[in-house]
């Protein structure tokens, strides 16, 4: 299975941007990039997923590199709400799992 | 929306006891899954169905059983509890590796 490596924290201010990155430098041409972010004492929520290109909606953008050899989540203005787990998901070829790697922790201050 | 319903919430078994863990999607997905999460740690993949019919082992399925009744249910079985397994277990169903994953509420499990 394709990896991806994320940084294991990140910090920032509540109205402020983020970017959480991931790099998945082993990614086949089929897989599909995801992101799933955890809040505490929940389950995994979907974010964002996208292909080749950059795509956005109400809750994030996703930017994916030319090479799609990595990609990052932004949200656009964080809030204290957004505090969670990050992961960044490889789905695709003929491989149906659906495997979480450590992800990355994202503290909003306010 | 009911989405992915897991039953029960909460559930403390005696070590050796056995219990069904059930999950159900209402959305028509092919796809379903069984995770765990130990404190502070990630989601370990236990079992997964592709489509109805098929299961497959994931990263961790030492100690449990799967069977898709059907194409909404998709159950996990502990036949000897250990206090190992005590842990949080999250279903979830995706229609295809293109598509996003619902997840249930999470069972807290309990082995004593």
């Known amino acids: 299975d394709a990896k991806t490596t994320q940084p294991n924290s990140m910090e920032s201010n509540e109205e402020e941007p983020v970017h959480l990155p991931c790099n998945h430098s082993?990614?086949?041409?089929?897989?599909?990039i995801h992101w799933y972010r955890q809040l505490p004492s929940q389950g995994p929520e979907y974010v964002i997923h996208g292909l080749t290109s950059n795509v956005n909606n109400r809750m994030a953008s996703l930017a994916i590199a030319e090479d799609r050899k990595s990609s990052t989540l932004i949200l656009h203005r964080a809030t204290l709400r957004d505090a969670a787990v990050y992961y960044c998901?490889?789905?695709?070829?003929?491989?149906?799992?659906?495997?979480f790697g450590k992800g990355t922790l994202l503290t909003v201050n306010p | 929306n009911a989405g992915v319903t897991q039953t029960p919430k909460f559930q403390v078994l005696k070590t050796g006891q056995s219990m069904t863990l059930q999950c159900a999607q209402d959305?028509?997905?092919?796809?379903m899954y069984w995770y765990r999460q130990d404190p502070g740690m990630g989601l370990r993949l236990i079992y997964y169905?592709?489509?109805?019919?098929?299961?497959d082992k994931g990263e961790v399925p030492n100690g449990y059983n799967v069977s898709r009744l059907n194409k909404r249910e998709f159950s996990l079985r502990l036949e000897s509890a250990a206090p190992s397994q005590t842990s949080v277990y999250f279903c979830?169903?995706?229609?295809?590796?293109?598509?996003?994953?619902?997840f249930g509420q999470g069972t807290r499990l309990t082995v004593v």
């Open positions: 082993t990614i086949s041409g089929t897989d599909y």
């Open positions: 959305m028509n997905h092919n796809s």
């Open positions: 169905s592709a489509s109805e019919g098929t299961t």
């Open positions: 979830a169903s995706s229609e295809a590796r293109g598509y996003r994953a619902f």
């Open positions: 998901i490889l789905r695709g070829g003929s491989n149906y799992k659906l495997t």
